[in-house]
DNA sequence: CTGTCATTTCT
DNA sequence: GAAATGACA
């Protein structure tokens, strides 16, 4: 069968989308594609998707096969192993390649390296891409050869280098495999909650690649002059909220930096000022932690800094389960946790402050609350989980230092002088409204004895 | 003395 | 980051 181009598997994973996809680029210049999505959840164990997450996987793949079908290569759903699952395909396809975007997370990374020598040692072609970073985190390093543990300094370094590539389009046309292959519904991975508390989610969000670039454009045009203002403003609609759709790669860093910058005028991003410096910033903030999590695989279960693992946490079962329903009686709190039940998602500016108060107020540890995140969070990212409760908790890089302690009161006032935020998520005047779990100044006192204990 | 504001201190 | 302390009207 001369003259046949080589088919490729195209395995779809944290990067949910047609453009800038530089996976499906490079399969669809050499021939047919057959793209693939693998739902094998115990391989990322012990941090498998958590509820909300797989709600919004649900959704994302919904979109995802609709347009890789209109595209004219439908998506296939398989169930892991993954490696059974290429292998099978490889061999009812007749594929000689398999192409991916790379992943960072250290179980990931552990299984993506022995899929990649077992697919070698069949005798295929496997090849893997940069489709979720601006760069690559072996290649940022200080002048020592070390990783930065530093934010400002990293941040530096990138606005040093080439910019990032521009992204790529998407391709118009795909060609499929010769015959149709069997695929899994998305129904039966059993993605979606058995009771129905998804109903302020569908309200707040549209998964997938057509509703990031709404959410992108949206942002370009209203949000972005104000962004290094508002981003701060829980009570305001200042931010982004592109963090789920980056986590599932609907829409790509390269995109979003190159967009900002032609939004802004197309100058030097180290010449941005104002909300596209302070927006390309927290796009840095998330490429920060994934270089991190990368050079630092133990931290999403251990502190970085290791003194800490002695430090006198407190098990408080009770404190943490009023903290998870947004019932500690400090109104900030209650409605950032309650936002976070209701949709998924908390203001940035409002993690800070429940963060500090379940780790300094409560002094639960900082794990209980990435657990606790990682399930309700429709962006829960283990990157930027672990950097945020590590800083919050001051044992991680560029943490808060062991004396800021936030007070929840002061917090409020000066970040929803009006209270709208409080007012929308938790209604502190109710009847059934509980009392504080605890006296700030007295917790304060207990939480800076307790870090006194580490020197 | 009492309130305000700036500075220091907190492991 | 904010409580405690100091300077001063």
Redesign the pocket.
Known sequence: MSGMKPITLLWLRHDLRLDDNPALAAAAARGPVVPVFIWAPEEESPWEPGAASRWWLHHSLEKLAAAFAKAGAPLVIRRGPSLDALRALAKETGATHVAWNRRYEPAVIKRDTAIKKALVSDGLEAESFNGSLLYEPMHVATKEGRPYQVFTPFWRSLLSRDEPAAPVAAPHKLTGPAKALKSLAIDPLGLLPTIAWDSTMKKTWSPGEAGATKRLEKFLADGLTGYGRERDRPDHDGTSALSPHLHFGEVSPRRLWHAVRAAAGGKPVAKLTGGAEAFLREIGWREFASHLLFHFPHTSDAPLRSDYARFPWARDPVGLRAWQRGRTGFPIVDAGMRQLWATGWMHNRVR?IVA?FLVKDLRVSWLEGAKWFWDTLVDADLAANTLGWQWAAGCGADA????????????AE?FDPDGAYVKRWANADAADYPEPIVD??EA??LA????????
């Open positions: 800070m500090s808060a230092p062991y004396f800021r302690i936030f007070n929840p009161t002061s917090q000066k700030h100044a304060r006192k800076l004895a307790a870090l006194k204990t580490l020197t």
